[in-house]
């Protein structure tokens, strides 16, 4: 019923930057978080940054300084700027929402976009 549909990766080199955009759509309700998460050959998903409906911010101490997480609320949708990447950056980058969807009677719904790879290269 939710689609979350990302995109912007690539590949850039090291010092470079890159901008991911995660779009929601469906019978979306509300939209109470939305966050963004990468996994890298061999590893766990871990939590790169996520923003509430009021703002609210979180980064990884990997990224912080570095990456910008922001969000569209009239497209439903949330940004992710990348700036000064570095090679150990370099993984699938997944799109989550913490939603409320239908329209009778809104229920929780959490989901996940397909990833969109991205690769930093030395």
């Known amino acids: 019923q939710v689609q979350l549909v990302e995109s912007g990766g690539g590949l850039v080199q090291a010092g470079g930057s890159l901008r991911l955009s995660c779009a929601a759509s469906g019978k979306i309700f509300s939209i109470n978080a939305m966050g963004w998460y990468r996994q890298a050959p061999g590893k766990q998903r871990e939590l790169v940054a996520t923003i509430t409906s009021g703002g609210s911010t979180n980064y990884a101490d990997a990224v912080k300084g570095r990456f910008t997480i922001s969000r569209d609320s009239a497209k439903n949708t949330a940004y992710l700027q990348m700036n000064s990447l570095k090679p150990e950056d370099t993984a699938v980058y997944y799109c989550?929402?913490?939603?409320?969807?239908?329209?009778?009677?809104?229920?929780?719904?959490?989901?996940w976009g397909q990833g969109t790879q991205v690769t930093v290269s030395s």
């Open positions: 989550n929402a913490d939603l409320l969807i239908g329209t009778v009677i809104p229920r929780k719904y959490n989901g």
